[in-house]
C-alpha cells in the first residue's frame, strides 16, 4: 500500500505538502463523507463542517504506486510552477503583514480626526456637539477601518486566510483611511469651536440651568 509519507518521500516534501501537491495536480475526488457539500452534523465549535474533507467537499483518492509515479513525472516536467509561485507570494505576502499593519495604525494614529480628538478629549467628554456630529461618525469609521485590518492578521494567523488577500486588504483600509481622514479634516476646526462654545455655554448656566437644558437635549434627540 502507498502512503502519503512515501509520496511525500518521492515530491521531497513532507506529508502536508504532498497532500497539497497531489490536490494542486488535480488528484481529487468527492468527499464520500458529506458527498461534496462540506458539511456533514453538526457542533458547537465547527458548525457543520465535515471532518472528512475540512469543508472542502474534496479529498485525495486511494493512493497507489500509479499516482505516487504520475505526480512524480508530472511535478518533474514542470506542472507544479504556478503552484510553487503562489506559495512564494503568500510566503512574501506573510512576511509583509506586520509591517502593513504597523503602517495602517501610524495612519490611524496620525489622522487630523484622531489627533484632534485626542487633544479634545476633555472637552468632548459628554458634549452634544460631539455627539452625532460628521467628526464622530468619522472617527468611529476610522477605528473601523483599524479593527478591520487587525481582522484580516487573524484570519491568516488562526483560520488560514490567503496571506496576499490579507495584505491586500490592510492595504486598501489605510487608503479608505486617508481618504475618509481628508474628507472629514476641513470640518474638524469648526467643530472644535463648535465644541467649546457649547462647552462655555453650558458651563455659564447655573446647576438648575444645566440640568433643564439637559432634559431639553435629551427630548430633542441631541
Known amino acids: 500500500m502507498t502512503t ?11 506529508s502536508k505538502g504532498a497532500g497539497r501537491r ?10 464520500s463523507r458529506c458527498g461534496g457539500s462540506g458539511h456533514f452534523s453538526q457542533c458547537q465549535q465547527y458548525g457543520t463542517m465535515c471532518f472528512g474533507c475540512r469543508g472542502k467537499g474534496k479529498t485525495l483518492p486511494r493512493l497507489t504506486k500509479k499516482i505516487a509515479a504520475e505526480a ?20 512574501a505576502a506573510k512576511g509583509q503583514l506586520e509591517a502593513a499593519m504597523a503602517d495602517l495604525d501610524a495612519t490611524f494614529r496620525a489622522t487630523v480626526v484622531e489627533t484632534a480628538l485626542l487633544a479634545e ?9 460631539w455627539c ?24 491568516v494567523q488562526f483560520h488560514g486566510a490567503d496571506p496576499v488577500a490579507a495584505l ?4 486598501e483600509c489605510a487608503d479608505m483611511m ?26 455659564a448656566r447655573t446647576p ?15
Open 4 to 14: 502519503i509519507a512515501d509520496i511525500a518521500k518521492l515530491l521531497g516534501t513532507d
Open 22 to 31: 497531489l490536490a494542486a495536480l488535480g488528484y481529487l475526488v468527492t468527499c
Open 72 to 91: 512524480k513525472a508530472r511535478q518533474d516536467a514542470g506542472e507544479l510552477a504556478g503552484y510553487f509561485a503562489a506559495n512564494r507570494a503568500r510566503a
Open 121 to 129: 478629549k476633555d472637552t468632548r467628554w459628554g458634549n452634544y456637539v
Open 132 to 155: 452625532g456630529s460628521p467628526v464622530q461618525r468619522a472617527s468611529a469609521l476610522l477605528f473601523s477601518l483599524r479593527e478591520a485590518g487587525f481582522q484580516w492578521t487573524m484570519q
Open 168 to 171: 491586500a486588504g490592510i492595504r
Open 178 to 203: 486617508r481618504a475618509v481622514d481628508a474628507a472629514a479634516a476641513p470640518l474638524v476646526d469648526g467643530w472644535i469651536a463648535a465644541m467649546h462654545a457649547d462647552a462655555a455655554e453650558h458651563n
Open 208 to 222: 438648575e440651568e444645566q440640568w433643564k437644558a439637559e432634559q431639553v437635549r435629551r427630548n430633542c434627540g441631541r
